[in-house]
């Protein structure tokens, strides 16, 4: 397998090179160079496989060769290790729930496959590699998580003193081993720059091997495109073509739908779902991509101004002679924002109707399918739920005007011991922290 940046079609990456480094240096993002059609006999069969061989043989198709099957196999294994299933609402609406994973939300996927490969092409390094991850919540705790116990890596986090939620800072905080958590006296945006800085000190890349955990990196988006198949193995064979709604942010769980309907993936719809951070809806409206600053929302996973997905969204839509990149992604794609107040109803609605708690992502993604089918009204849809609703309780409860179950991985969290390691934010404390870890 290899991989070109979006700003550059030219270059050729290995898959280590991409997973290792994370982005190019030309601040593009990775892409494969080729994605396979899996064979018309895999889909039809799909059914007879589980959800880890469907990983297997899609990762097997995509990677083609850049790790031996015997070692894949091993990989997929350890990160395919919870369920997607599908509950049915009725006979034209379906939630993909992805929150069964440590985190309870679907970035579980992404990291744990990351880690995976991360740690498995570290093996020939003598050096452990330390991964540092500014958060400013969720993506820490599921990289935690993700990477609890990868041998030969060690985890650096960074989170803002007093800016995240108990429940969060407790899945930073509480892992031990590999994964460390600091405690920044400061903003998201000074640990970010405190990560950035630590990357371009000469003296710390000479001792120690750096590398992120990015949000962007294709080793998490990879695993997202397993499920789409999952998900369609899961409703009945034979019936009305198939629509996925999306409850998106930036935009790496649609891209990997994409991807999976390029593998062949018989998908007739996919609806990008918003908040009232609507840029890639407009774009779809309009043609105009026009970026601008995020406005805080109750689905704030999405509180997303400018996409970081959008051009590995276009890559998959090359223009032709016949037909530009717009027209062919509107075919593919239609989008739409709500506003929390739709949300709000929409949980209710869910509620009410189907006796089925939803979270706030996942009624915007419910809010599209239904504007969606009234159209197509015979068309199956699939939503996405991203996040298990306990993740958002004290909204969630209001919202609906009762308390709800909160799974035991979440609960048991509360009895366990925050270990962090205050800090100031200045890039001297992390690179003092950092060095002293060597000796
Ligand atoms: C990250 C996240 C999203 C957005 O996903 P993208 O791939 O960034 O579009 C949606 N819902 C939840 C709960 C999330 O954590």
């Keep these: 397998m290899l991989l070109y940046s979006t700003k550059n079609p030219t270059l050729r990456v290995t898959l280590k090179e991409a997973v290792m480094k994370g982005l190019p240096d030309d601040n593009g993002l990775f892409m494969p160079s080729w994605i396979p059609e899996l064979p018309a006999g895999f889909i039809k069969d799909l059914r007879s496989y589980s959800f880890q061989e469907i990983s297997l043989t899609i990762a097997d198709a995509l990677f083609q060769h850049a790790i031996p099957y015997k070692d894949l196999e091993a990989i997929i294994l350890h990160a395919v290790n ?6 049915r609402l009725d006979e034209y609406r379906y939630v993909l729930e992805l929150f069964h994973g440590p985190s309870l939300a679907f970035k579980d996927f992404g990291a744990r496959f990351m880690a995976q490969l991360m740690g498995y092409f570290n093996q020939e390094e003598k050096k452990p590699l330390t991964i ?19 041998p030969g890596i060690e985890v650096v986090i960074l989170y803002p003193s007093k800016k995240v939620s108990l429940l969060q800072e407790k899945q930073l905080t509480t892992w ?18 405190m990560v950035k800085q630590a990357f371009l000190d000469a003296e710390l890349t000479h001792h120690l091997r750096l590398s992120s955990a990015n949000s962007i990196n294709i080793a998490r988006l990879i695993p997202q495109s397993f499920y789409y198949f999952e998900a369609f193995k899961q409703l009945p064979a034979e019936g009305e073509p198939i629509v996925f709604s999306i409850p998106s942010g930036n935009f790496g769980n ?52 400018n996409p970081s997905n959008f051009p590995r969204m276009l890559d998959l839509f090359p223009e032709t002679r016949e ?20 949300t709000e109803n929409a949980m209710r609605e869910i509620y009410s109707q189907y006796h089925y708690i939803m979270d706030p992502h996942g009624a915007v993604g419910y809010l599209a399918m239904q504007r969606y089918q009234q159209k197509q009204p015979n068309h199956r849809g699939i939503i996405l739920e991203t996040a298990h609703p306990a993740k958002f309780l004290s909204d969630v409860e209001r919202i609906l005007g009762f308390s709800i179950p909160v799974p035991e991985r979440l609960a048991s969290l509360e009895n366990r011991t925050k270990q962090s390691t205050p800090l100031k934010a200045e890039f001297r404390e992390l690179k003092s922290y950092l060095m002293d870890r060597i000796q």
């Design 82 to 87: 919870f369920p997607a299933p599908v509950v």
């Design 132 to 150: 540092l991850v500014a958060t400013s919540g969720d993506t820490g705790g599921a990289v935690a998580a993700g990477f609890f116990r990868t």
């Design 176 to 193: 031990g081993h590999n994964i460390a958590a600091l405690e920044i006296d400061g903003t998201f945006d000074d640990c970010q720059s």
């Design 254 to 305: 649609l891209s990997a739908g994409l991807m999976a309907k390029k593998m062949g993936l018989p998908v007739q719809q996919f609806l990008a779902a918003t908040n009232t951070n609507d840029i890639v809806p407009k774009y779809l409206h309009t043609g105009i991509f026009s970026p601008r600053p995020s406005i805080p929302t109750l689905s704030n996973a999405m509180d997303v101004g």
């Design 323 to 342: 037909c530009s990149t717009w027209n062919m992604i509107t075919q593919a794609i239609s989008g739409k924002g709500f506003s929390d107040q739709e």
